[in-house]
């Protein structure tokens, strides 16, 4: 039978309340909830393991726990290992990749946390590449002063995630809930204060709405890379962690600071074409212009001096715009990465996975260049955090890449978002726990919010006119994207985006309420659409909001750097980001009545 289900903790185990009819089922719950939606990644994983020494733990993804940012990342983790490197010098390589905008004591914090993080992960069985010597053997990336990048050959999130997930799998205390996509948090007003106690989610396989209640949770669910039309994330990379937080009123910063990665796989310009597209575009790691890969134009002419001292070593922000520029001069499609110069066994040690992929597609890149071009990668923005992990909203937090810890600034540093989500999922966990035993909240009143309901009274012929209409939607608005809120921008340009998203949107809602559809209804693709409206709008609102260039936020209206503008954009709960169904929750948050 299909419906909604809410899930609590009794003592331990989980059951399904609707079959709980004591007073059992309203004991304080020692759970806490980790949303990994879209993914399970080491921010997720990490935190798990250590909040379940404490109680029981519901890990809550979309889709299978592999598929996620942290698997598809290639080049590691950056760490102060090195007896010549230090936390000064990993600092001040952060903070300019980050274009002076990052925050410096969480700068401080997790360059100093790092190489202990890292330590836990080699004592919990992650397999790092080690030198001749016996020692880590450390990749120097884009961006480093120093060799500081611990990685596992070009697979490092890969080795990582297996590690971690054979540890929750083997840990009794955690419950891993697959194929449910979180469709809104579930807050309640406390005075001024906003509160958050749960989440609803959808069983996409079952199309069960289950509900689950929550004193704390994290959000670990990565960016928002499918905005955009082309993006080296996996497919579910929708923000549905950062929607959700802004609709339940959480604060969000720097959004317009969108990471496009320099080098991905061009399909292009393979000798051997996939069959079909790609759901996200292969990585050319930053390590293999680290290893000494070299940028040519079509021409065989190396561009990157031209642009940086630091030629192909400058940071992403500097080697994605300059692509970009040799683009538009020249009318080509993409740019050639050559490390074929360094030797056969070198490269192929280094870089069996990228070896792998671009033979498959007619390249041997120990002999011939790899065709690369820029496509969308990171989200620096996110839900504001503070040092622990915590937000503006009591009882929720979050780490990874849907948080802005200030770490990055206005560009992320080469391989530091694997290093700030070891380092905030470990320093939310006390807080959680603090927060967990002293809340007041009694999370027995699941009622006190409506319950969304999948869309099945529509029918099957008008879902699939809604699903059609939708994906067309997808794609136009990832289009718009691309084209006008790219690499290099306008106030022209966003403007025009952002009426043309606005009118998408409305049009998008229009048809579907005119075939029955209403606000409470869930379903995959719509609350994926729904999200990815949100993330959009809040990017180009940001980007119109700052009126100069600096790392990621390049504006040909505003191309210099303004030290008086060196400031976080921050958008608050009652910004001007106008209201519609993907602004705003499916339900309106309870209030809690003063005792």
């Avoid at 027995?444 to 309901?453: F, L, Q």
């Avoid at 559809?517 to 729904?530: A, F």
């Avoid at 505003?558 to 705003?584: A, D, G, N, Y």
């Amino acid at each position: 039978m299909q419906g909604t289900r809410m899930w609590k903790n009794v003592l331990g185990f989980w059951c399904n309340i609707q079959e709980i009819h004591t007073e059992r089922a309203f004991m304080v719950m020692q759970s806490i909830k980790v949303l990994g939606n879209p993914k399970i990644g080491v921010a997720g994983l990490r935190y798990a393991l250590e909040v379940a020494k404490h109680g029981s733990v519901a890990v809550i993804t979309k889709a299978e726990p592999h598929e996620c940012n942290t698997n598809y990342a290639q080049g590691g983790v950056s760490a102060v290992l090195c007896p010549s490197d230090s936390v000064e010098s990993h600092m001040h390589d952060t903070i300019v990749a980050g274009a002076y905008l990052c925050d410096e004591e969480t700068v401080r914090v997790v360059c100093t946390e790092g190489a202990d993080r890292v330590r836990e992960l080699i004592a919990m069985d992650a397999s790092f590449d080690h030198g001749e010597d016996g020692n880590l053997h450390l990749a120097r990336e884009g961006g480093h002063s120093h060799h500081r990048i611990v990685h596992a050959a070009d697979m490092t999130g890969r080795e990582i995630e297996r590690a971690l997930l054979k540890a929750v799998v083997n840990d009794s205390n955690i419950f891993m809930f697959q194929h449910h996509f979180a469709i809104d948090l579930l807050t309640c007003q406390d005075g001024s204060d906003t509160v958050c106690l749960g989440v609803d989610t959808l069983n996409t396989e079952t199309l069960e709405v289950i509900r689950f209640i929550s004193k704390v949770i994290l959000l670990a669910s990565g960016g928002a890379g499918h905005i955009y039309g082309s993006t080296t994330n996996p497919l579910v990379t929708t923000g549905d962690g950062m929607a959700m937080a802004h609709r339940a009123l959480a604060v969000m910063s720097n959004m317009e600071f969108v990471q496009f990665h320099p080098t991905a796989l061009a399909d292009e310009g393979l000798p051997i074409k996939p069959m079909k597209s790609r759901e996200n575009a292969f990585l050319i790691t930053e390590a293999v212009r680290g290893d000494g890969g070299i940028l040519y134009n079509l021409g065989m002419e190396r561009f990157m001096p031209l642009y940086d001292e630091r030629a192909e070593l400058a940071p992403r922000d500097v080697v994605a715009r300059s692509i970009d520029d040799q683009l538009k001069k020249r009318n080509e499609k993409y740019v050639l990465l050559d490390i074929s110069h360094n030797p056969t066994d070198k490269i192929l040690s280094h870089f069996p996975n990228i070896a792998a992929e671009c033979l498959r597609y007619g390249v041997d890149l120990t002999h011939q260049p790899i065709p690369v071009v820029p496509a969308a990668h990171y989200m620096c923005g996110g839900v504001r955090a503070g040092l622990q992990g915590e937000t503006n909203v009591r009882g929720l937090y979050v780490a990874g890449e849907v948080a802005c810890t200030g770490l990055h600034g206005a560009n992320r540093l080469a391989s530091n978002s694997l290093l700030e989500a070891l380092v905030f999922a470990r320093r939310a966990v006390q807080p959680s726990i603090d927060h967990m035993k002293s809340s007041r909240h009694d999370l027995s009143a699941s009622n006190w919010w409506a319950r969304p309901v999948a869309p099945l009274s529509l029918g099957s012929d008008v879902m699939d006119k809604i699903l059609i209409m939708t994906r067309k939607v997808r794609k136009e608005l990832q289009s718009i994207m691309w084209e006008y809120v790219g690499i290099v921008r306008s106030t022209t340009r966003l403007e025009f985006a952002e009426q043309k998203i606005d009118e998408l949107e409305a049009n998008w809602e229009d048809y579907l309420f005119k075939r029955g559809w209403v606000p409470t209804m869930v379903g995959l693709e719509s609350c994926e659409m729904r999200n990815i409206f949100c993330c959009a709008k809040l990017v180009v609102s940001s980007a119109l909001a700052r009126h100069e260039s600096r790392g990621l936020h390049y504006t040909v209206d505003f191309p210099h750097l303004v030290e008086s503008k060196r400031l976080p954009t921050i958008i608050w709960p009652c910004s001007s980001v106008k209201s519609s169904w993907s602004s705003r929750q499916l339900h309106k948050p309870a209030l809690i009545a003063k005792q």
